[in-house]
């Protein structure tokens, strides 16, 4: 009887269901639809998640990055700490030596202040006194630069007197050239004597120096054109420029001794030696060898 019971009572329940089921249709379909836009949004909430979770991932890596970079500095820190601490304790220790040292450089410092003022003091004493100096440098310098000024006029006067003189010079050696040139043609028309005649030149080796330094002895004579009382002209082969007069005397066929003629007698005979090349030029007198 029970069963029997039972089983109408499930029974009118199920039908009582699927009475329920027509009447609310509608409300089952707009429930599907929200639980599949629950789904959806559940993809979405999962898909998001996922990618919250990778940059979060990303974030905790990062801090934990940053994390060891701290831990780093922060060792190096302390480091640094320790030295300067260190480097402080020993500052600490020389302080007091710093602070005597600086106590004495003040007062070195008030000393060499004073002895600045007193050296101003005197500089301006000396500058006060070079002040004569300075003026009368002054007109030296003003007296220089006339000078150089003059001394620039001059320079120009001797540049000027040089090209006179190189001018000079050209015609006395065109003039001697013509001279030569104009004496060796008349000479070459003339018969010459078997002696030296006046501007002949010889090239002698000196023979020897006489012991009273009187003159020197060569060998040659007559048969070279030599003759009794002839003047030279003389001069070194190294020393062009030094003249002196020599007088023949003495001649004879091979040998003659030549004198050394008034002041020339102590310059000439300084440097004359035995086997000297000279050069005798034959000429007159002349107001150096007359008494």
């Known amino acids: 009887m029970t069963s029997i019971i039972f089983r109408l009572l499930a029974w009118g329940v199920f039908f009582g269901l699927g009475v329920m ?23 979405e909430a999962t898909y998001n998640l996922e990618i919250d979770e990778n940059k979060s991932s990303d974030l905790i890596n990062g801090l934990f990055r940053e994390r060891g970079k701290l831990r780093l500095e922060i060792e190096e820190s302390a480091t640094k ?9 020993m500052i600490l220790l020389k302080e007091k030596d710093l602070i005597e040292k600086s106590a004495k450089l ?11 003022v007193e050296a101003q003091k005197k500089t301006a004493e000396k500058v006060e006194q070079g002040a004569p100096v300075r003026e ?36 006395r050696d065109v003039a001697i050239r013509t001279y030569n040139e104009e004496r060796e043609r008349l000479l070459s028309e003339i018969e010459r004597p078997p002696y030296h005649y006046f501007g002949d030149e010889v090239e002698i080796d000196v023979l020897s120096v006489s012991p009273s330094g009187a003159g020197l002895f060569i060998e040659e004579g007559y048969k070279s054109g030599f003759r009794d ?22 001649v004879q066929k091979g040998l003659t001794f030549l004198e050394f003629m008034g002041d020339f007698r102590e310059n000439a005979s300084d440097f004359i030696r035995s086997e000297q090349k000279l050069f005798l030029i034959r000429t007159g007198d002349s107001n150096t060898t007359l008494p």
């Open 229 to 250: 009382d002839f003047k030279y002209l003389a001069y070194e082969q190294n020393e062009p420029d030094r003249y002196f007069y020599l007088q023949a005397s003495l």
């Open 136 to 171: 009368q440098t002054k007109e030296v310098l003003e007296e220089v630069k006339q000078l150089e000024e003059e001394s620039k006029k001059v320079k120009s006067e001797r540049d000027e007197l040089n090209a006179e003189l190189s001018a000079l010079r050209t015609r």
């Open 21 to 43: 089921f027509f009447i609310n249709q509608k409300s089952f379909v707009s429930l599907d639809k929200e639980v599949a836009e629950a789904e959806k949004l559940k993809k």
């Open 81 to 89: 700490a320790g030295d300067f601490k260190e480097e402080g304790e």
């Open 106 to 116: 003040g007062k070195e410092l008030i000393a060499i202040r004073a002895d600045l």
